[in-house]
């Protein structure tokens, strides 16, 4: 079983920052693939980043440019750094794990840019 847990999400003005961390209960060594997702009120829940476990990164197109993920194996913890917030990237965003065929996720931490 893999726990995630995610924290730093919060209330924030447009074209802030902010960075959200997932730590794990696990050594993300053994896990093939970190991501964020996110979910507006009434949007399905959307792939925004993922790194393998080789350091390969994947971005939505909305936040190529603006948004940085990482890992830190030594803190088994995975990062979001959210640069130049934009209203329309308020949501709850979710860490998730993969490891073979099962995928893991963590209760969510809410992001809330003003206008």
């Known amino acids: 079983q893999v726990q995630l847990v995610e924290s730093g999400g919060g209330l924030v003005q447009a074209g802030g920052s902010l960075r959200l961390s997932c730590a794990a209960s696990?050594?993300?060594?053994?896990?093939?693939?970190m991501a964020w997702y996110c979910q507006a009120p009434g949007k399905q829940r959307e792939l925004v980043a993922s790194?393998?476990?080789?350091?390969?990164?994947n971005y939505a197109d909305s936040v190529k440019g603006r948004f940085s993920i990482s890992r830190d194996n030594a803190m088994n913890t995975v990062y979001l750094q959210l640069n130049s917030l934009k209203p329309e990237d308020s949501a709850v965003y979710y860490c998730?794990?993969?490891?073979?065929?099962?995928?893991?996720w963590g209760q969510g931490t809410q992001v809330t840019v003003s206008s």
């Open positions: 998730n794990a993969k490891r073979l065929l099962t995928s893991y």
């Open positions: 696990v050594t993300i060594s053994s896990l093939n693939i």
């Open positions: 790194v393998t476990k080789d350091g390969k990164t």
